[in-house]
């Protein structure tokens, strides 16, 4: 077998990553066995999508394409989108309704809990032929999750070995869920697909940077959506994995004008006099009524939940080998939302997305990322200490990469890597 390959992890504070994390093949394929079929729970995607008896969705493990189908009991079941006769692919519908789940190759059926139902020519034709006499349906389903629902977020592991569902979630992750998906019923208002060209760990990466938000995204700054002057900070769970980013919307001060004119001097990238046409869209109210501007909820490995303004969305990445990854996003609106909320929320979708005046510079700087590090010399790695190094800790601020740092100590421990802070790899 190829040897796992095992590169330098300078710091055991992890304010160093190799690159080779983010480009190596054999790490990919580690991460697929180790985190997605290891003792992690996976989002799968949200109840409301599943009303009623026979309501399917399709949706990816890693590199596992999986089933999540709601049976005639009420209860979700997931399994591998693959037959248990001869491996094929069941179905390739992105969605469906169905009594039973049958394999297009020779037609075997499966049950809504993905057990087998039906052998066609189990006992053979004319008296001849068949199944043998020893072969038992019971032994021959396919090859199922553990499933796990919090605050309607569906869930499912193949590991026994993964802790139960809200403590691997933590208090910060459950409460903000409670928050945003549980307090007022959710309902979907439609969905986004986006290829990104970089590996999905920059993403996790992103979505724990508070530290860009006032940096790259011109918009944000240009219309005081987001501001370095603003309050806000990070708070971690117990083994560091997810995090809870948040801004709160203060007063728009002239400090924070003169801040962001610094941080931008000489870039030619900030322009306070910029207009917007119509500017509908960032006059839309915020509709929670305390004042949280972000929060985004990053949980390990590939979940996001995030209200950005008034925008709630739930965010899937689907990783595609090491240089790849699909975004796939889930936009939610809410039961009791009047007819102009939900022109509102529908208004604000284009914050976030493959095109969003918020999120288009981040799959932009995930390319470059990608595109810097595929020819550094090897040994190359990031350099995480804005906001402090060393203990890995909650903060009352923004400009900070702790979070990040975060992420990367639990990777580190759920990868099995060899002990941190060996050696001082080159830069
Ligand atoms: S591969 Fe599915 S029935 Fe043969
Ligand atoms: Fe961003």
């Not at 039973?100 to 499966?110: G, Q, V």
């Not at 004319?126 to 199922?144: Q, S, Y």
């Not at 939610?332 to 009047?338: A, I, K, N, P, R």
Request: proline share 6%.
């Amino acid at each position: 077998m190829k040897q796992a390959i095992d590169p330098a992890w300078p710091r055991d504070d992890f304010s160093r990553v190799p690159y080779a994390v983010f480009t190596d093949a054999e790490i990919y394929r580690l991460e697929n066995q180790r985190i997605f079929r290891g003792p992690v729970w996976n989002y799968l995607c949200h109840d409301i999508e599943l009303p009623k008896t026979g309501d399917f969705v399709t949706t990816w493990v890693g590199d596992t394409h999986v089933i999540v189908a709601r049976n005639g009991a009420g209860l979700v079941h997931a399994f591998e989108n693959s037959c248990a006769h001869r491996g094929a692919k069941l179905t390739s519908a992105v969605r469906g309704n169905a009594a039973h789940l049958t394999c297009p190759y020779h037609l075997w059926t499966y049950t809504l809990e993905g057990d087998l139902q039906g052998v066609t020519f189990q006992r053979g034709v004319g008296g001849k032929g068949g199944m043998p006499a020893c072969f038992e349906k019971k032994d021959h389903g396919l090859n199922k999750l553990r499933v796990a629902i919090y605050g309607g977020l569906v869930f499912g592991t193949f590991s026994d070995h993964a802790p139960p569902l809200e403590e691997f979630l933590g208090p910060h992750s459950l409460s903000q869920i409670d928050r945003l998906l549980v307090q007022r019923k959710p309902k979907v208002l439609g969905y986004l697909r986006q290829r990104i060209p970089g590996n999905w760990k920059l993403y996790n990466e992103n979505v724990r940077d508070p530290y860009h938000g006032s940096l790259l995204h011109q918009f944000q700054v240009s219309f005081g959506l987001q501001q370095p002057t603003m309050r806000g900070g990070i708070k971690l769970d117990a083994d560091l994995k997810n995090t809870w980013n948040h801004s709160i919307i203060t007063e728009q001060d002239a400090a924070s004008q003169k801040i962001v004119a610094e941080a931008y001097a000489g870039t030619g990238k900030f322009n306070p006099d910029l207009k917007m046409a119509d500017p509908a869209l960032t006059r839309v109210p915020l509709d929670l009524g305390d004042n949280y501007k972000t929060t985004i909820l990053s949980m390990f490995p590939t979940l996001i939940v995030a209200q950005v303004d008034n925008t709630y969305a739930i965010r899937h990445l689907r990783p595609k080998g090491p240089d790849l990854v699909e975004l796939h996003i889930t936009y939610l609106g809410f039961e009791s939302d009047t007819p102009e909320q939900t022109r509102d929320k529908l208004l604000t979708v284009n914050f976030i997305g493959p095109a969003g005046y918020i999120s288009l510079e981040d799959g932009e700087a995930l390319r470059l990322v990608q595109q810097g590090i595929r020819h550094r010399r090897p040994g190359g790695h990031e350099v995480l200490e804005m906001g402090g190094v060393g203990p890995i800790v909650d903060t009352d601020y923004l400009s900070q990469e702790i979070s990040i740092r975060g992420f990367w100590s639990f990777y580190h421990q759920i990868m099995g890597l060899p002990a941190a802070g060996r050696a001082e790899a080159t830069p």
